[in-house]
């Protein structure tokens, strides 16, 4: 995972040097451990975080009591839209993590100032609703093969922008928010696993798992759409 601090992340090249600067002046960096709550959906958000290494998870309680997981935020990802006033879902820790964390009212005045930086929020934005309309299309169709076989596609494609890129995949998640994200059973995913393992298109490895040939299978490329989860 990355090292650098969230502005350069979520910034890339296209910030200017002063934009980077106010944008590492405004940020508090903080620490989470594992498991730990971050925020919790419907508080008040009076402070806006960006992800600087690590992985978090991004999730609704539904009313029976079950969880909906709806993204896994990665190193340059803002926690939700930083104009909102209460947080529209929970995030936790998945592992340590680093963030930069600003005041909502002072961002937004900075945001406001800057169009370069008001660009990459509304390109974030835009990533962030391609991502849920892929995510209903992953919940809604397809065998869980398909859907976990998508899902472990797509999470390499994504770390592939932010690290070397590698057959190997790193599943710092567990199983069951693999499951919370897709809509599948813990057991269901297990099994799933296994049998992509006996295919042969997958090599189950300790915190992750090999491609073998997963992302050439009819399974993947016989899918109208290629999701950015």
Excluded at 79 to 94: K, Q, T, V
Excluded at 126 to 141: P, V, Y
């Amino acid at each position: 995972m990355p090292r650098a601090l969230f502005p350069s992340l979520f910034s890339g090249k296209t910030a200017e040097v002063p934009e980077l600067r106010e944008l590492q002046r405004l940020a508090t960096q903080v620490y989470f451990r594992s498991g730990k709550t971050i925020f919790s959906e419907r508080a008040v958000a009076d402070t806006v975080f960006g992800l600087s290494q690590g992985v978090v998870r991004l999730y609704k309680l539904l009313p029976d009591g079950r969880r909906q997981v709806l993204a896994f935020a990665l190193p340059g990802d803002f926690l939700g839209m930083p104009f909102a006033e209460r947080y529209n879902f929970s995030a936790d820790a998945i592992g340590e993590v680093s963030l930069c964390r600003y005041s909502r009212d002072d961002l937004t005045r900075f945001i406001q100032s800057s169009p370069n930086i008001m660009r990459l929020i509304i390109e974030f934005a835009i990533r962030e609703l391609d991502m849920a309309q892929d995510q209903l299309l992953l919940l809604g169709n397809g065998s869980a093969e398909e859907k976990v076989a998508m899902f472990l596609v797509s999470w390499r494609n994504r770390l592939a922008r932010i690290t070397p890129f590698s057959e190997t995949v790193p599943l710092p998640m567990r199983r069951q928010d693999i499951a919370d994200f897709l809509g599948l059973k813990l057991e269901t995913v297990s099994r799933t696993l296994a049998k992509l393992e006996q295919k042969n298109v997958i090599r189950i490895v300790p915190k992750g798992v090999f491609l073998t040939g997963l992302e050439h299978t009819l399974m993947v490329t016989g899918r109208t759409y290629q999701p950015q989860i």
